[in-house]
Structures are given as C-alpha cells and as structure tokens.
C-alpha cells in the first residue's frame, strides 16, 4: 500500500487537532525522506539494531532532534519515551530514553559525523538509494544531482489549476499566489482546501504545473474527438475537455476499473460532460480501429521526477523497472500511432527524468514509424525549473 493511502486512512480515523495533524505529516514524510540518514544516526547510537518497532520510535525521535527546529529537544524525547510505552516493554522505554537523551547530548559530533558521508557516501547525506544517486551523478554531475536530492527532500508546495469552466480568475476565498502558467497558482494556506465551497463548486483541480505542459502541447480544440489513452486520476483528462470548452468527445482509456472511477468523478465535480471512460484489455483498448484527431499518451513510469511528492517511491523503485517500463511505454506508443488519424497530434509524456523512458522511447518510435514528425519536445529539470520533472513529445502525422 503506498505511503499516502496509509497516512490518509490513519488520519481519517484519528481525533488529532489540527496542529497535530500536521505534525504527524511531518513526521511521517520526513522520517520516509531521511531513511538512510536516520539508519546512519542511529547506528551510531548502538552496537546492534532493535526489534523494527523500537527503532521505528528511535528514528521519530531523531528526526526531531536533527531535522525539526521548532521542537525542543527535552519535548521531542518526553514525548517519545511516552509513546513507546503503548508500544514497547520496560526495558526497551528505558533503552529508547537513554538512546534519545544521548543524541540529544552528541548532537554536534553526530551532524558532524553524518556531513562526512557527504563526501564518502553522499547517497547516505541525501538519504536517496546509492545506484540512483550513481546513476544520475553519470548523467547531470554532483552539483546538479545533490541540487535535485534537496529538492526531493523538501515537502512539496501545493498548486491548484483553475477550471475555466466554471470561474476565470482564482477561485474566492483561497489564498494562493500566481505563477508562470496561467491557470496555475501556488496554495499558501492548503489547510481545509478539500472542504472549501470552491472545492465542492469544481472550481479547480490540485495539480503540478509541470502535468499542465502535455495538454498544452496537445493542444486540442473545442469539437475535436481526443483519446487520453492513460487517463486516471483525471487530471489531464478535465484539463483536456476545459480547453476543448467542453464540446467535442473525448475517449479516457485506464487498465484499472477504480481509478477509471476517479476519472468519472472529477469529471462529475468539475462539470466535464465529454468524457467517456474505457477499461482497456490491451494498449489499445476496446476501440476497433477508431481514430482520433489527438491522442496523448501519459505513460506509466519510474516517477522520478515526482520523488518530492512520491516519498516512498525511492525506496521502491529498482533500477531494472526503468527498463521493463520503457518496454511498456514503446508499447502503448505504438497503438497509440495507431490511433491517431492522418493529420492528427500524438503526445507522449512521462514524469520520469531517466533518458531510456524520455529520449530513447521518442527515438525508437520515430525510427519504426515514418509516417509521424517529432515537432518538438520539452523537459523540465526541477531544481533548474522550480516545478516537477516532465517530459513531452509532440509528433505530427503526416
């Protein structure tokens, strides 16, 4: 189960304040980001490791003391101690008291210890897994690659997209501040954004403004018929539909029933009515020679341009998955050209930063198939582009 569904589910079933609420976010994505540093931290405090529940208490006690400024220290091991006795025996309370207290005195020597992996084991520092840290110092070089681990060690700002739709401007009531997009502003206060009137009236979608780019490079026009042929959640398919006016029809393909189900009710809250959602049994789906003015293909991908956001999927992610996902991608390229009419615009995306899923795929396709023109293709680098990693192909068929 992912990070996100976890947390949800946990607070959904919590009577935490607001305060707290927060704070247990904090905890939660912090300890996830700074895995590596906090196994490093710990393993300087004792001479083996305890049972996984103990030393899940240990790193929620040295986050706060290493990486929170605004608890203080004598709080953070209080507060602690506390919690592990609901979870853990006498001597293992006195084990993690001693453990945090001692941190809390080696403080100093202990940053002191850990900045030296910088130089060492820089993958430990940054807290991101070795081959990928590897992998991309090959590609961008040191500085960049630690520009970008800072990066996806840092709690994502919230960006809602205006849906035209239903109101032009911002929606009322929302403190947010504008940014190079249009349609995109940057939330300054997301708490209760959910529960907001603008929210329940559709009047916007929380998104990137990095997902913005493949529909604008789509580019689709009202009265057109467009196959989003990955579709779910639904981000990029109401976006689709609130530039099209919502006139035209629109074809939104997923491989799973109940993220189908996301689509149909963002569509519903948004006021989109074009859309047709599709379980696909294959890339293709269940079309039959059906052909589209516009097609867009936002694969299925590594995400490692969304680590910020997907806090748990460094530790997931294998390096061997990035190249049975390209397989996937040239797949679902491939029926999506044949989708795609004489004279229509095929776009291919991904929220991935990895050359074999972006560069590669674009080139194998545009080898196999002669009758599409690669018109252009963009990228955003995060810590360059202040928004997600984002890759978009435009082609034209002839």
């Not at 994505?29 to 490093?40: D, H, I, P, S, T």
Request: charged share 25%; glycine share 6%.
């Amino acid at each position: 189960m992912l990070a996100d569904t976890l947390l949800e589910r946990a607070l959904a079933s919590s009577q935490l304040s607001k305060a707290d609420r927060a704070l247990a976010t904090e905890l939660f994505y912090g300890c996830l980001r700074q895995r590596l540093a906090l196994e490093f931290l710990r393993g300087q405090l004792m001479r083996k490791p305890p049972r996984a529940t103990v030393a899940l208490l240990i790193d929620l006690g040295l986050y706060q003391l290493f990486f929170l400024k605004k608890i203080p220290a004598h709080a953070a091991v209080h507060e602690m101690v506390e919690l592990t006795k609901e979870r853990a025996s006498a001597d293992e309370v006195k084990f993690v008291n001693a453990v945090l207290r001692r941190a809390a005195r080696e403080r100093a020597s202990l940053l002191a210890a850990l900045r030296t992996k910088r130089q060492m084991e820089p993958w430990v520092y940054y807290s991101h897994p070795s081959w990928l840290w590897k992998r991309w110092v090959a590609r961008w070089g040191r500085e960049q690659t630690e520009a970008l681990c800072e990066w996806n060690n840092t709690p994502p700002p919230v960006y809602l997209r205006v849906n035209s739709l239903k109101i032009v401007d911002k929606p009322s009531g929302i403190k947010a501040e504008p940014t190079t997009h249009p349609l995109s502003w940057r939330v300054i206060e997301p708490a209760g954004l959910f529960t907001t009137r603008a929210w329940a009236n559709g009047e916007f979608y929380i998104q990137d403004p990095s997902t913005l780019i493949a529909v604008d490079a789509l580019d689709p026009q009202p009265g057109e018929s467009v196959l989003d042929m990955c579709a779910a959640p639904g981000g990029k398919t109401t976006y689709i539909a609130q530039k099209m006016q919502n006139r035209g029809r629109i074809i939104a393909i997923d491989s799973s029933n109940s993220r189908l189900g996301l689509v149909a009710e963002n569509c519903s809250r948004l006021g989109v009515n074009i859309v047709a959602p599709l379980k696909a049994g294959r890339p293709d789906g269940n079309l039959h020679n059906a052909q589209f003015d516009r097609v867009l293909v936002d694969a299925p991908c590594s995400n490692t341009g969304v680590l910020r956001r997907r806090v748990d999927l460094r530790w997931r992610i294998e390096q061997k998955e990035i190249m049975r996902l390209a397989a996937l991608q040239e797949k679902l390229l491939a029926a999506a050209a044949r989708l795609t009419r004489p004279g229509g615009v095929l776009v291919y995306s991904t929220c991935s930063l990895e050359r074999e899923e972006n560069e590669r795929v674009v080139e194998r396709f545009s080898k196999q198939h002669s009758e599409f023109t690669l018109e252009t293709t963009y990228s955003t680098f995060p810590p360059r582009d202040g928004v997600d990693g984002a890759f978009v192909a435009r082609f034209q068929h002839r």
